[in-house]
């Protein structure tokens, strides 16, 4: 079975694939405006930092496309001035969906960018909305080819650093939360390197957290990796340091949702407990992202706004109604674990991971790795 992915786009529609409801349940839900882009990105229907640009990204695109399309033609086509006026707010407040992943700020200001140039340059009003739908298409189809460059790139890099010493019976990678082909327009990035891995024959296990309290890894790169048959151990996020005591842990592969100009990378919640025990037994941590998600603007992860999910989150799993056999039923239950109305909750979505515990950083340009001696990278001549 081919992988899921997290956008469809057919016969001119936009789609989505509702990530509350996996892995049980596979209901595609229309994005007809880009009110209802906004709110799938807010609640999760689709997350992941390059899902959610590219969904943003496309919602304008066939907004624009379906005006162009129009009789009579809306009024915002009117003059060059008019198609601005009424497109500058829809990137500001597709770019309010979620603060942490820079993807998104980054899609909604390339668009900014190509209106700004069109509009400079004197082009027609139709001709400038064409341009902005087109790049708007562009933006969610680079994800995958570059997806595969940054696996190879890393894969290749973590084959060589191990050496003979994971060559016998393969390799074997943890990864936090899911980067597969639902967090991006394809293959993935740690997840794309775990797969490059079992592709090449050079895989023995992926290890995975849970990542409560949404669990993307138990729900979303679970489904994945059975999908691929992709040899695989789930643990608890409470396990990390009882798997690196009792098994051969080669690396941890994660994703990111922002970089920092001096490596410090924000991801998934639980990204940093991994990395500090990575470091206290040795494993070589590794950051795989696009180009896009180094923000040059940020000094340090001390700059990156961490998003805080509503705190009721934390106290709902949701999942579907267990029959007892060792199986599910296709209906959904949200369940609450924890007593009605506690008032103190820390739910952050996201952690930092300072860029001394971090080993190399992999994009699509290659591998990054720090200068001898020093703590930090410096990412500014990468991107
Ligand atoms: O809250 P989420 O599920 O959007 O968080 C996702 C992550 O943290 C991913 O690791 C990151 O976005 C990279 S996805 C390729």
């Excluded at 066939?62 to 009024?75: Q, Y």
């Excluded at 940054?150 to 980067?179: F, H, I, Q």
């Excluded at 775990?194 to 957290?209: F, M, P, Q, R, W």
């Excluded at 001394?356 to 990278?377: C, D, H, M, R």
């Amino acid at each position: 079975m081919a992988p899921l992915t997290s956008i469809r786009t057919s016969n001119g529609k936009l789609e989505i694939v509702n990530q509350l409801l996996l892995p049980h349940t596979t209901e595609y839900i229309d994005i007809n405006t880009i009110e209802e882009a906004h709110d799938a990105i807010k609640t999760m229907k689709i997350r992941g930092a390059p899902a959610i640009a590219s969904l943003a990204a496309l919602s304008l695109s066939f907004h624009i496309s379906n005006a162009l399309a129009a009789t009579p033609s809306p009024e915002f086509l009117t003059s060059p001035e008019s198609l601005k006026t009424y497109v500058e707010p829809i990137l500001s407040f597709l770019y309010t969906a979620r603060p942490t992943a820079v993807n998104l700020g980054a899609a909604t200001r390339r668009l900014s960018k190509k209106l700004q140039t069109s509009f400079v340059a004197g082009t027609d009003v139709r001709t400038i909305a064409q341009q902005l739908a087109d790049e708007g298409k562009l933006i969610a189809d680079e994800d995958v080819g570059r997806n595969e460059e940054m696996s190879k790139w890393g894969g290749d890099w973590l084959l060589k650093r191990v050496g003979d010493e994971g060559s016998a019976s393969g390799l074997n990678v943890l990864t936090v939360c899911n980067t597969g082909s639902l967090a991006t327009s394809g293959y993935g990035t740690a997840l794309g390197l775990i797969t490059y891995l079992h592709e090449s024959g050079k895989l023995d296990k992926a290890y995975y957290t849970q990542t409560a309290p949404y669990h993307q890894g138990s729900r979303l790169t679970a489904l994945e990796l059975q999908t691929l048959k992709i040899p695989s151990v789930m643990i608890c996020d409470t396990m990390v340091g009882s798997l690196f005591q009792h098994y051969k842990i080669h690396a941890v592969a994660v994703g990111a949702d922002r970089i920092a100009r001096n490596g410090d990378t924000a991801n998934k919640i639980g990204t940093y407990n991994a990395a500090v025990l990575a470091a206290r037994h040795g494993i070589p941590f590794i950051v795989v992202a696009p180009i896009s998600t180094v923000d040059l603007d940020v000094a340090d992860g001390s700059g990156i706004p961490i998003e805080q999910r509503p705190p009721l989150e934390a106290c709902l799993v949701r999942g579907a109604l267990y029959t007892g056999a060792g199986d599910a039923t296709n209906e959904q239950a949200v369940v609450m674990i924890t007593p009605r109305g506690l008032d103190g909750i820390y739910n952050p979505s996201f952690d930092v991971t300072p860029a001394e515990l971090i080993t190399a950083i992999v994009t699509e340009k290659g591998v990054a790795v720090k200068k001898p001696g020093e703590v930090t990278f410096d990412l500014s001549g990468i991107v």
